[in-house]
């Protein structure tokens, strides 16, 4: 099987009193990518996120998205600030002396000033959070790549159609060459002989002229190498896997040879035709920017 590089998936899972949402989406992108977006308390975990993500991603753009739910408070703590209420309380005596004001401070207002009562989470157990979020992650991750598949499947199908195309395009410019060359020595010996009258033609010269004429419009060793990486192509696609780059390179190469069978056409059948193989060619890169 091949994968296409954009996908979605999406799992949630609980562990305890922690809920875990995870979230994949991608777009192509020539290495892998991985944008993480998630709460700081998961921050220690990242590391062992990457990992796992690598197991099942090659490549792409992929942003992750990773939240945490708490059902309870149990984590979470009043802490009493002791040393900072008392200098705010010796500051505010200073000032009641300084101004001769009266020192009407409250233990209820006092309470209120900044960071004297403060709520502080405790810290949870990595082994813990880990056990949950792995589990969201591998669910995540599954379907995002199931996704993934189900789009390479249809590239992949796309992409053998393209190549067949490609091929019969081959096979004409195979089975036409010869037929132009036959057409172009008859038509250099009806043009010497109005040229000669009754005179006696020029076999080795005709032969000659002819086999300039082949050198210059032969395409026998590009058409062999285009079919040779269509077929390569072809065998890539079905044997699977993460073949983007590999696909990506046989693509150069039957566009190389697809432009030198069009700069030789001598022959407005050939020309069209290789315009065509050009513009399928074109078509087939643009798929295989998709494919992992």
Same mark, same amino acid.
């Given at each position: ?159 053998? %159609? ?26 250099? %010996? ?15 010269? !005709? ?9 210059? !419009?032969?395409?026998? %060793? ?20 993460? !073949? ?23 022959? !407005? ?24």
């Amino acid at each position: 099987m091949i994968n296409s590089m954009t996908g979605f998936g999406r799992f949630e899972a609980a562990e305890g009193s922690r809920k875990f949402t995870v979230e994949l989406k991608s777009v192509n992108h020539r290495y892998l990518d991985l944008n993480i977006k998630m709460p700081r308390q998961l921050n220690a975990l990242e590391s062992g996120i990457r990992s796992l993500l690598r197991e099942y991603i090659e490549r792409g753009k992929v942003d992750v998205y990773i939240t945490c739910e708490k059902d309870t408070q149990e984590d979470v703590s009043l802490k009493y600030n002791s040393a900072l209420a008392a200098t705010y309380l010796s500051y505010l005596k200073e000032m009641a002396e300084e101004f001769q004001l009266e020192n009407d401070i409250r233990v209820s207002s006092l309470s209120r000033y900044p960071d004297v009562f403060v709520m502080e989470e405790t810290p949870a157990d990595e082994e813990e959070l880990w056990n949950g979020l792995e589990k969201a992650l591998r669910g995540a991750c599954e379907q995002f790549v199931s996704a993934r598949t189900r789009e390479g499947e249809h590239l992949k199908a796309d992409l053998l %159609e393209k190549l067949d195309e490609l091929l019969e395009n081959v096979d004409f410019i195979e089975r036409r060459s010869p037929q132009i060359m036959a057409e172009y020595r008859s038509r250099l %010996e009806d043009k010497v002989k109005e040229l000669l009258g009754d005179r006696q033609l020029d076999d080795s010269r !005709i032969a000659t002229e002819v086999t300039i004429y082949a050198d210059k !419009i032969c395409v026998d %060793e590009e058409t062999v190498r285009l079919k040779s990486h269509i077929l390569a192509m072809k065998e890539a696609l079905t044997k699977g896997g993460p !073949i983007g780059r590999k696909l990506d390179f046989i693509a150069q190469e039957m566009n190389r040879e697809a432009n030198t069978i069009l700069s030789k056409a001598n022959n !407005i059948e050939i020309s069209d035709v290789g315009i065509n193989m050009k513009t399928g060619i074109e078509k087939i890169r643009e798929q295989i920017q998709n494919i992992e």
